[in-house]
Protein backbone atom coordinates (compact mmCIF):
# COMPACT_ATOMS: atom_id res chain seq x y z
CA UNK A 1 0.00 0.00 0.00
CA UNK A 2 1.50 3.50 -1.09
CA UNK A 3 2.15 5.72 1.96
CA UNK A 4 1.81 8.92 -0.61
CA UNK A 5 0.13 11.77 0.50
CA UNK A 6 -2.15 13.71 -2.33
CA UNK A 7 -0.98 17.42 -2.46
CA UNK A 8 -3.20 19.71 -0.86
CA UNK A 9 -5.82 21.87 -2.63
CA UNK A 10 -5.29 25.40 -2.26
CA UNK A 11 -7.95 26.88 -0.28
CA UNK A 12 -9.44 30.10 -2.60
CA UNK A 13 -8.42 33.63 -2.20
CA UNK A 14 -10.94 35.71 -0.80
CA UNK A 15 -13.00 37.73 -3.28
CA UNK A 16 -10.74 40.85 -2.70
CA UNK A 17 -7.84 38.88 -2.26
CA UNK A 18 -9.03 37.43 -6.04
CA UNK A 19 -9.91 40.87 -7.22
CA UNK A 20 -6.28 42.29 -6.47
CA UNK A 21 -4.98 38.72 -7.85
CA UNK A 22 -6.04 40.46 -11.13
CA UNK A 23 -5.85 43.70 -11.13
CA UNK A 24 -1.87 43.29 -9.86
CA UNK A 25 -1.66 41.40 -14.18
CA UNK A 26 -1.60 45.09 -14.55
CA UNK A 27 2.05 45.37 -14.42
CA UNK A 28 1.70 43.44 -18.13
CA UNK A 29 -0.35 46.11 -19.54
CA UNK A 30 0.73 47.07 -22.95
CA UNK A 31 0.56 50.66 -21.35
CA UNK A 32 4.56 49.37 -20.60
CA UNK A 33 5.44 48.36 -24.12
CA UNK A 34 8.68 49.98 -25.27
CA UNK A 35 6.34 51.40 -28.28
CA UNK A 36 3.60 52.91 -26.29
CA UNK A 37 6.08 54.46 -23.95
CA UNK A 38 7.27 56.37 -27.08
CA UNK A 39 4.26 57.40 -28.34
CA UNK A 40 2.46 58.78 -25.50
CA UNK A 41 6.30 60.68 -24.64
CA UNK A 42 5.88 62.50 -27.99
CA UNK A 43 8.84 60.16 -29.34
CA UNK A 44 7.06 58.76 -32.25
CA UNK A 45 7.03 59.86 -36.04
CA UNK A 46 3.82 61.12 -37.97
CA UNK A 47 4.26 57.39 -40.13
CA UNK A 48 4.43 55.69 -36.85
CA UNK A 49 1.60 57.51 -35.25
CA UNK A 50 -0.53 56.49 -38.46
CA UNK A 51 0.72 52.95 -38.71
CA UNK A 52 -0.57 52.48 -35.10
CA UNK A 53 -3.85 54.20 -35.64
CA UNK A 54 -4.71 51.87 -39.01
CA UNK A 55 -3.57 48.59 -37.28
CA UNK A 56 -5.43 49.58 -34.04
CA UNK A 57 -8.60 50.15 -35.91
CA UNK A 58 -8.90 46.39 -36.78
CA UNK A 59 -8.99 45.96 -32.94
CA UNK A 60 -11.52 48.63 -32.52
CA UNK A 61 -13.27 46.77 -35.85
CA UNK A 62 -13.63 42.95 -34.20
CA UNK A 63 -14.83 44.02 -30.98
CA UNK A 64 -18.47 44.12 -31.19
CA UNK A 65 -17.73 40.50 -33.36
CA UNK A 66 -15.98 39.51 -30.17
CA UNK A 67 -19.04 41.16 -27.79
CA UNK A 68 -21.88 39.32 -30.61
CA UNK A 69 -20.16 36.27 -29.71
CA UNK A 70 -19.59 36.36 -26.28
CA UNK A 71 -23.80 37.06 -26.40
CA UNK A 72 -24.41 33.50 -28.74
CA UNK A 73 -23.25 31.44 -25.26
CA UNK A 74 -24.30 33.49 -23.10
CA UNK A 75 -27.38 31.82 -21.41
CA UNK A 76 -27.54 34.93 -18.18
CA UNK A 77 -30.67 36.94 -19.62
CA UNK A 78 -29.35 39.82 -17.03
CA UNK A 79 -25.69 39.76 -18.28
CA UNK A 80 -27.32 39.75 -21.69
CA UNK A 81 -29.17 43.06 -21.63
CA UNK A 82 -25.80 44.49 -19.77
CA UNK A 83 -23.30 42.94 -22.35
CA UNK A 84 -25.38 43.63 -26.00
CA UNK A 85 -24.21 47.72 -24.69
CA UNK A 86 -20.86 47.06 -25.96
CA UNK A 87 -21.71 46.60 -29.20
CA UNK A 88 -23.84 49.62 -29.73
CA UNK A 89 -20.80 51.28 -27.96
CA UNK A 90 -18.42 50.53 -30.24
CA UNK A 91 -20.95 50.17 -34.03
CA UNK A 92 -23.14 53.11 -32.90
CA UNK A 93 -26.56 53.81 -33.20
CA UNK A 94 -28.74 55.40 -36.25
CA UNK A 95 -27.53 59.67 -35.46
CA UNK A 96 -23.73 59.59 -36.94
CA UNK A 97 -23.42 63.06 -36.64
CA UNK A 98 -23.92 63.17 -32.80
CA UNK A 99 -22.38 61.89 -29.64
CA UNK A 100 -23.71 58.30 -30.07
CA UNK A 101 -21.52 58.04 -33.60
CA UNK A 102 -20.22 54.96 -31.99
CA UNK A 103 -16.26 53.69 -30.90
CA UNK A 104 -15.49 52.65 -34.41
CA UNK A 105 -16.57 56.29 -35.66
CA UNK A 106 -15.10 57.98 -33.27
CA UNK A 107 -11.60 55.67 -34.14
CA UNK A 108 -12.33 56.64 -38.13
CA UNK A 109 -11.77 60.57 -36.70
CA UNK A 110 -8.58 60.19 -34.84
CA UNK A 111 -7.56 58.71 -38.01
CA UNK A 112 -8.79 61.63 -40.28
CA UNK A 113 -7.00 63.62 -37.63
CA UNK A 114 -3.97 62.13 -38.19
CA UNK A 115 -4.11 62.11 -42.03
CA UNK A 116 -5.85 58.91 -43.17
CA UNK A 117 -8.65 59.19 -44.99
CA UNK A 118 -11.73 57.05 -44.25
CA UNK A 119 -11.58 55.11 -46.72
CA UNK A 120 -7.61 54.18 -46.28
CA UNK A 121 -8.50 53.32 -43.09
CA UNK A 122 -11.36 51.24 -43.75
CA UNK A 123 -9.99 49.38 -46.55
CA UNK A 124 -7.62 48.01 -43.50
CA UNK A 125 -4.32 48.08 -46.35
CA UNK A 126 -1.99 48.92 -43.76
CA UNK A 127 -2.96 45.80 -41.34
CA UNK A 128 0.05 43.80 -40.74
CA UNK A 129 -0.26 39.80 -39.96
CA UNK A 130 0.73 40.43 -36.33
CA UNK A 131 -1.77 42.61 -35.82
CA UNK A 132 -4.54 40.38 -37.90
CA UNK A 133 -3.65 37.05 -36.15
CA UNK A 134 -3.95 38.88 -32.32
CA UNK A 135 -6.70 40.36 -33.13
CA UNK A 136 -8.86 37.34 -35.08
CA UNK A 137 -7.14 34.77 -31.95
CA UNK A 138 -8.85 37.05 -29.68
CA UNK A 139 -12.39 36.88 -31.16
CA UNK A 140 -12.39 32.82 -32.13
CA UNK A 141 -11.51 33.08 -28.36
CA UNK A 142 -14.73 34.60 -27.09
CA UNK A 143 -16.84 32.15 -30.20
CA UNK A 144 -15.47 29.02 -28.59
CA UNK A 145 -14.78 29.43 -24.63
CA UNK A 146 -17.78 29.59 -22.02
CA UNK A 147 -18.91 33.03 -22.50
CA UNK A 148 -17.56 33.73 -18.32
CA UNK A 149 -13.94 33.43 -19.37
CA UNK A 150 -14.58 35.64 -22.47
CA UNK A 151 -16.15 38.17 -20.55
CA UNK A 152 -13.18 37.43 -17.59
CA UNK A 153 -10.68 38.52 -20.73
CA UNK A 154 -12.36 41.69 -20.91
CA UNK A 155 -10.83 43.05 -17.95
CA UNK A 156 -7.97 44.71 -19.40
CA UNK A 157 -10.47 47.41 -18.93
CA UNK A 158 -9.47 47.69 -15.37
CA UNK A 159 -5.87 49.47 -17.30
CA UNK A 160 -6.91 51.11 -19.99
CA UNK A 161 -8.57 54.31 -18.29
CA UNK A 162 -5.47 55.49 -17.64
CA UNK A 163 -3.68 55.11 -21.33
CA UNK A 164 -6.17 57.43 -22.17
CA UNK A 165 -5.59 60.12 -20.04
CA UNK A 166 -2.12 59.94 -20.50
CA UNK A 167 -2.82 60.42 -24.69
CA UNK A 168 -5.18 63.27 -23.45
CA UNK A 169 -2.56 64.86 -20.99
CA UNK A 170 0.66 64.19 -23.82
CA UNK A 171 -0.72 64.45 -27.26
CA UNK A 172 -2.00 68.09 -27.89
CA UNK A 173 1.43 69.09 -26.76
CA UNK A 174 3.70 66.19 -28.35
CA UNK A 175 1.46 65.68 -31.80
CA UNK A 176 0.03 69.52 -32.66
CA UNK A 177 -0.49 68.63 -35.69
CA UNK A 178 -3.38 65.98 -34.64
CA UNK A 179 -6.69 67.90 -34.92
CA UNK A 180 -7.46 67.96 -31.50
CA UNK A 181 -11.27 66.87 -32.55
CA UNK A 182 -9.71 63.46 -33.17
CA UNK A 183 -9.05 62.77 -29.45
CA UNK A 184 -12.45 62.16 -28.84
CA UNK A 185 -12.58 58.97 -28.44
CA UNK A 186 -9.80 58.06 -25.88
CA UNK A 187 -11.91 60.80 -23.91
CA UNK A 188 -15.34 59.06 -24.38
CA UNK A 189 -14.15 55.83 -22.82
CA UNK A 190 -12.54 56.23 -20.07
CA UNK A 191 -16.21 56.50 -18.30
CA UNK A 192 -17.88 53.63 -20.26
CA UNK A 193 -14.42 51.61 -19.43
CA UNK A 194 -15.38 52.18 -15.78
CA UNK A 195 -19.45 50.50 -16.58
CA UNK A 196 -17.36 47.39 -18.01
CA UNK A 197 -15.10 46.75 -15.45
CA UNK A 198 -17.57 46.70 -12.38
CA UNK A 199 -19.75 44.51 -14.46
CA UNK A 200 -16.93 42.16 -15.96
CA UNK A 201 -15.32 42.08 -12.43
CA UNK A 202 -18.76 41.21 -10.11
CA UNK A 203 -19.17 38.25 -13.14
CA UNK A 204 -15.69 37.11 -12.96
CA UNK A 205 -15.70 37.60 -8.99
CA UNK A 206 -19.21 35.19 -9.03
CA UNK A 207 -18.11 32.83 -10.77
CA UNK A 208 -14.36 32.10 -10.26
CA UNK A 209 -14.52 30.90 -6.67
CA UNK A 210 -11.99 27.92 -6.62
CA UNK A 211 -8.73 28.09 -6.48
CA UNK A 212 -8.01 26.25 -9.51
CA UNK A 213 -11.16 28.59 -11.13
CA UNK A 214 -9.15 31.59 -10.15
CA UNK A 215 -5.84 30.72 -11.55
CA UNK A 216 -7.59 29.84 -14.56
CA UNK A 217 -9.00 33.41 -14.59
CA UNK A 218 -5.90 34.79 -14.22
CA UNK A 219 -4.53 32.92 -17.20
CA UNK A 220 -7.19 33.85 -19.02
CA UNK A 221 -6.36 37.68 -18.28
CA UNK A 222 -2.73 37.50 -18.81
CA UNK A 223 -3.80 35.65 -22.04
CA UNK A 224 -5.96 38.93 -23.44
CA UNK A 225 -2.50 40.65 -21.90
CA UNK A 226 -0.39 38.75 -24.21
CA UNK A 227 -2.53 39.63 -27.54
CA UNK A 228 -2.59 43.38 -26.50
CA UNK A 229 1.21 43.20 -26.24
CA UNK A 230 1.62 41.18 -29.29
CA UNK A 231 -0.45 43.68 -31.56
CA UNK A 232 2.60 46.55 -30.47
CA UNK A 233 5.35 44.04 -31.43
CA UNK A 234 3.80 43.80 -34.61
CA UNK A 235 3.47 47.51 -34.76
CA UNK A 236 6.86 48.19 -33.69
CA UNK A 237 8.53 46.03 -36.57
CA UNK A 238 6.47 47.06 -38.81
CA UNK A 239 7.44 51.17 -37.97
CA UNK A 240 10.34 50.96 -36.83
CA UNK A 241 12.51 54.13 -35.28
Keep these: MSNSIAPAIASPWTRDEFEQQL???GRSYHIHHP?????NGGRCSPAQIRGWVANRFYYQSIIPKKDAAILSNCDDRDTRRKWIARI???DGYDDYQGHAAGGIEAW???GAAAGITRDELWSLQHVVPGVRFACDAYVDFARR???QESVCSSLTEMFAPQIHKDRLAGWPDHYPWIQASGLAYFRSRIPLAQRDVDHGLAVTLDHFTTRVQQQRALDILQFKLDILWAMLDAIEKAYPE
Excluded: A, G, M
Excluded at 35 to 39: E, P
Design 145 to 147: QPW
Design 35 to 39: FNVRL
Design 23 to 25: RDK
Design 88 to 90: LDH
Design 108 to 110: TQL
